[in-house]
């Protein structure tokens, strides 16, 4: 009895352990202080990017970013973007002055969230889960991660791959999801 009894606490655990092993688990702070629940997303294809202002791919992401976004989302697809200040200092600003700049210089109308570390100690914990799921850690601004309608890491890239590269991906698993719907109505 005690045998079945400690299979059965196992077999919970595993199950809480394996439903919190996604990145739509997380909850995080937008740019404009709130909490928001990353499950808000779950059933869409995600990428995920950490982004600086005053880096010399700035404008390039940005731009492909956008128009991945538009040509997409927000149904299917949103790129979720999460400033951060710790490769080259190249975020300096408050939550407020990248928010103005990114949607006042390039239109964007993608979630920002808060700046955050996406390295190190202090990394935030959304950013942990996508480096250990992937075994690819940021090492410069604007890395991608892919993420599922299940929030499960698909892929991550670094920088010199642009944003164009991946969009036929993205854009195979966005249709995958628009198929399954027409099946499924």
């Known amino acids: 009895m005690l ?3 400690l299979a059965v606490l196992i077999t919970l655990f595993s199950f809480i352990e394996s439903k919190q092993k996604d990145f739509y688990t997380f909850k995080v702070v937008n ?4 909490l928001v629940s990353l499950e808000k997303y779950r059933g869409s294809v995600s990428l995920v990017v950490n ?3 005053e880096c010399g791919f700035t404008e390039e992401h ?7 976004q538009r040509d997409y989302g927000p149904y299917h697809f949103n790129v979720l973007a999460f400033p951060c200040n710790q490769f080259g200092q190249q975020e300096p600003g408050s939550d407020k002055e990248i928010d103005n700049f990114v949607r006042g210089v390039y239109g964007v109308s993608f979630p920002l ?8 100690t202090g990394a935030n914990n959304a950013y942990k889960y996508l480096a250990e799921s992937s075994g690819k850690e940021p090492d ?3 890395w991608k991660y892919l993420i599922d309608v299940n929030g499960k890491v698909v892929d991550a890239w670094g920088p010199s ?12 698993m966005v249709r995958q999801i628009i198929l399954k719907k027409k099946v499924e109505l």
């Open 140 to 142: 410069w601004n604007f």
């Open 62 to 68: 940005y731009t492909d970013l956008q128009q991945l």
């Open 3 to 5: 045998v079945g009894a």
């Open 113 to 120: 969230f808060s700046k955050i570390a996406v390295v190190g």
């Open 161 to 172: 791959v642009s944003v164009k590269e991946i969009r036929p991906r993205i854009a195979e």
């Open 31 to 34: 740019s404009r202080g709130r």
């Open 51 to 53: 982004v600086a202002s």
